[in-house]
């Protein structure tokens, strides 16, 4: 069975940093892009960023860009975010998703999601 | 970026009747186009891609149609299990990758 589970989200201060996590299973990882998509308490779904299967390509929403890092470990299996310069807009429940292939370009969907991990940013 | 409009914002249908969501592309999109349902406290769960092919699993009453910049979801006979929200996500005009504001389908 395909399984994501993220881990790493809690309440965090304005400005300070969080590092999200996802572990992945049940598929062979470095087969396919990874991506983080979030969504705001009672909102709509945003893209967030997005990593290939060897890390040699990254894309980020403007939102985020210039704060936010994504990354991933083949090795474990797993998914990362760094979450710098955090403002009170971030706040939301943030999911790890596979993408439909290894590489990011091309035609993305997003299959299968995690439960997601929430991130309150609040002073 | 490519703006997705999803109408309406709230759809109230029967069971057993039909139901059909509309999503708008400020800009062709092809048949670079993907729906979700999300039902409250889940996870998105994929349900078309490519504007008209069926995820794995997902019950032959979902279908997808349209191309360019106007796409439908239709629901052929609604379960009690269906009502959701309902988002569209682009992926010809990327980045960002951009989804619909969603609808929610509520039983009438």
């Known amino acids: 069975e395909v399984q994501l589970v993220e881990s790493g989200g809690g309440l965090v201060q304005p400005g300070r940093s969080l590092r999200l996590s996802c572990a992945a299973s049940?598929?062979?990882?470095?087969?396919?892009?990874m991506h983080w998509v979030r969504q705001a308490p009672g909102k709509g779904l945003e893209w967030v960023s997005g990593?290939?299967?060897?890390?040699?390509?990254?894309g980020y929403a403007d939102s985020v860009k210039g704060r936010f890092t994504i990354s991933r470990d083949n090795a474990e299996n797993s998914l990362h975010l760094q979450m710098n310069s955090l403002r009170a807009e971030d706040t939301a429940l943030y999911y790890c998703?596979?993408?439909?292939?290894?590489?990011?370009?091309?035609?993305?969907?997003?299959?299968?999601w995690g439960q997601g991990t929430l991130v309150t940013v609040s002073s | 970026e490519t703006v997705m409009t999803q109408s309406p914002a709230t759809l109230s249908v029967s069971p057993g009747e039909r139901a059909t969501l509309s999503c708008r592309a400020s800009q062709s999109v092809r048949s670079n186009l993907a729906w979700y349902q999300q039902k409250p406290g889940q996870a998105p769960r994929l349900l078309i891609y490519?504007?008209?092919t069926r995820a794995t699993g997902i019950p032959a009453r979902f279908s997808g149609s349209g191309s360019g910049t106007e796409f439908t979801l239709t629901i052929s006979s609604l379960q009690s299990e269906d009502f959701a929200v309902y988002y569209c996500?682009?992926?010809?005009?990327?980045?960002?990758?951009?989804f619909g504001q969603g609808t929610r389908l509520e039983i009438k």
């Open positions: 049940g598929f062979t990882f470095d087969d396919f892009a």
């Open positions: 996500q682009q992926y010809n005009n990327w980045p960002p990758i951009t």
């Open positions: 998703v596979r993408s439909n292939h290894a590489h990011l370009s091309g035609t993305i969907w997003f299959d299968p």
């Open positions: 990593i290939g299967w060897n890390s040699a390509t990254t």
């Open positions: 490519g504007a008209s």
